[in-house]
């Protein structure tokens, strides 16, 4: 269930049998020279619609600008600040639980959003008005993905582009494969990042030259179709066992006993 795409009453009834809600997270940033600067919603869009699919879940609107300043030097890289994303979040969330959403899951695809969406259920859950949980599609599929991947690097690499080949081939530059991945860095130890156990680099353009990683020529439609099924497979498997728990059970536990204030 596509909540654009429906009217009130569709979504009363909804509510009234059902409390969990997909929230699809990413980002609009560079992904070098061959991947859309909407990689990363595009992604997530694609995931979490096609749960909501084939569960009946409420799916919303895709947030699409992320946390992405360390893409910035790259044209058309769009970001929020971290405070300000955290708080649309939150924000967009606790709009969520007014209309009886009381689990949600953020289906992002954007590694810069992952610390804030997990602060975001952090302050959702210690109010104890809705359990809300981050779901980064990559890591729910590791073996998989370093299967069928040499170097499936960390961003604009083998995987986001086997995806995207499958969810939007045409917007895929096939051509620039090969200059994507002779531009830019197999992997990033590759560029020693860090010094003595310290990161000593804050943006992407301090280590890849053309903001991407990996090997983009090991990217195909067919792997990326694999790897959505098996993502798409994990994301259901998370939505079910979040919508069997019963809502106390996700509930912060009570303070231990002699609890503050029980002497008054």
Known sequence: MYLPHRTWPDLGEYVAEESLAIVPVGSTEQHGPHLPEGTDHMIAEALAREASERTGYLCTPPITVGVSPHHRQFHGTMWVDAPVFRDYVENLSRNLT?????RIVYVNAHGGNVPHL???????????VAFACEWMWDESIPELIEEVFETPGPHGGPKETAMIMHVARKLVREDRLEAARDGGVQAVADEQPSVEGARVFYDAI???????LGDQTDATPEVGEELFEAATGALIRLLEWLD???????MPEPHVEPRPGSRR
Do not use: Q, S
């Open 244 to 250: 069997d728990r019963p809502f106390a059970h996700l």
């Open 118 to 128: 997990r602060e975001v259920g952090r302050r959702l859950h210690e109010d104890e």
């Open 206 to 212: 301090e280590v890849t030259d053309n903001g991407v």
């Open 98 to 102: 007014y209309h009886g959403i009381d």
